[in-house]
């Protein structure tokens, strides 16, 4: 999911990286910070082989945040490392192509903030560099969790420094279910479509389920395919990708949809997106929805006028496989691959002194100031949310319960999302067209991109 960030964990003030510059470039100026808040990020950093000449590193973030604890972050790395100069850039939309063509002219970023389909793939064309040096230089690099940190391994070697990581459930409104007489929350699909039954009143113009095929299709789509017991494409052992549309996993997601469809218990518009959707939950027409858990969303849910008393959680329920899985995205910073290491060791004392225990602290007080803390997933394990202020226990429960059948994106998606998404509206808006021939007939529009998407894999091994 990653081209969509717009319910990050705490809010987008968590994201420590986060620097100012949106839409531009732009040098950090230094104005200071207390003295033992510059030691403790400085020593937290213990960066690998610091540059002593004057160097400008230029980093390529995904968007901006001027929160107060960002901005006095970039204050502080300025001071103490003064031979560092920042130049800022939001990350071009055409991502990993654009990161490519930066390497290849020899003017690659020294770091890159980006989520985790395009690291992955970035990693198997060669175009990131190993970080596995820069670690064992680093002590601090133990306290970030383990699980997050795998996540951008491959074949033994580390690629990236995580910094925030997501999880999907379900939302709902508890009012609604109490009076609907549901006293518990759906553990598997068949359970799902009973209890989406019980909430949908046609009187009131109130129905079960919102369920977006439209806007975010195949990325709330794939969750559905894995509880079935498949996946959309295959990530084969070279890095190459092969298409999966057509796997029996994904037709009987397919025909659960066209179920939730035909017993009437999703909105009667298909043609609603998730907006409008939040909205409708917001109101009481719609008893469920599936959303990012954390406290960003929830806040969305309230400003469109839910009451925050009234909304529950639960997690993805089980499939015909037997098992339930939900989609995680989590976001991250690379080093591009370059042989200068003055410009590669310099990114990486950002990166540390960025996501160092004493600025996630700062960033979490200064969320703390503003009102009662969202529960999170955080990339550090020396940082407890419940130290810093009160969290919400409920939300904070099925986050972790999400988080142990959390997976993340199917691979290939910046090359084959857009075949997807097109593919799960049409079976979704022509309730009349054969699934299986719909879903062959978009993984043979995809195979172009997939040929060009292996070609390029391919060639950065030579």
Not at 98 to 126: E, K, L
């Amino acid at each position: 999911m990653c081209k969509r960030f717009l319910s990050i964990i705490l809010s987008a003030a968590l994201c420590t990286g986060l620097l100012s510059g949106c839409g531009g470039s732009g040098t950090a100026e230094s104005a200071g910070s207390t003295a033992a808040a510059q030691t403790s990020a400085a020593s937290a950093s213990a960066p690998a082989a610091e540059p002593e000449k004057d160097i400008t590193i230029t980093l390529w973030q995904q968007a901006a945040n001027t929160a107060e604890a960002t901005l006095a972050m970039q204050q502080s790395f300025q001071k103490d490392n003064p031979h560092i100069k920042l130049n800022i850039v939001e990350t071009p939309d055409n991502g990993t192509d654009a990161i490519i063509a930066a390497i290849a002219a020899g003017n690659a970023p020294a770091a890159i903030q980006m989520g985790y389909p395009t690291v992955m793939s970035y990693i198997y064309r060669n175009a990131c560099l190993p970080i596995d040096d820069f670690i064992a230089k680093t002590p601090d690099f133990s306290n970030f969790e383990k699980t997050q940190v795998e996540s951008f391994a491959v074949n033994g070697k580390h690629y990236a420094v995580p910094y925030d990581k997501y999880v999907m459930g379900f939302y709902y409104n508890k009012r609604l279910f109490e009076e609907a007489g549901v006293t518990s929350t759906p553990a598997t699909w068949d359970e799902f479509l009973e209890t989406a039954k019980k909430l949908t009143n046609p009187a009131k113009q109130q129905y079960g389920f919102g369920l977006d095929a439209i806007q975010w299709g195949c990325w709330h789509f794939e969750t559905w395919v894995w509880g079935a017991g498949g996946d959309l494409t295959k990530q084969n052992s070279d890095g190459t990708l092969t298409l999966t549309f057509t796997d029996p996993a994904a037709i009987k997601a397919a025909e659960f949809y066209r179920t939730l469809k035909k017993e009437k218990v999703i909105q009667s518009d298909g043609t609603k997106n998730l907006e409008a959707l939040t909205k409708d939950f917001a109101m009481g027409k719609s008893a469920i929805i599936y959303d990012s858990i954390n406290a960003g969303t929830l806040a969305k849910f309230v400003d469109a006028g839910a009451k925050a008393e009234e909304i529950g959680y639960f997690a993805f329920p089980k499939g015909p496989s037997g098992n339930a899985y939900t989609q995680a995205g989590a976001n991250a910073w690379v080093l591009p691959a370059t042989s200068d290491m003055d410009i590669a060791n310099a990114g990486w004392t950002y990166i540390m002194y960025a996501n160092s225990k004493n600025e996630l602290i700062n960033t979490l007080k200064e969320q703390a100031a503003k009102g009662p803390l969202g529960a999170a997933i955080l990339a550090r394990t020396d940082v407890k949310v419940s130290d810093i202020g009160e969290i919400d226990a409920e939300m904070q429960a099925v986050m972790d319960a999400s988080n142990l059948i959390s997976k993340p994106e199917f691979y290939g998606k910046g090359a084959v999302g857009s075949f997807a998404d097109d593919m799960v509206a049409k079976i979704f808006g022509d309730t009349n067209s054969d699934i299986t021939k719909v879903f062959q007939e978009y993984q043979d529009k995809a195979a172009k991109a997939v040929e060009e998407f292996n070609k390029s894999v391919k060639e950065s091994k030579n």
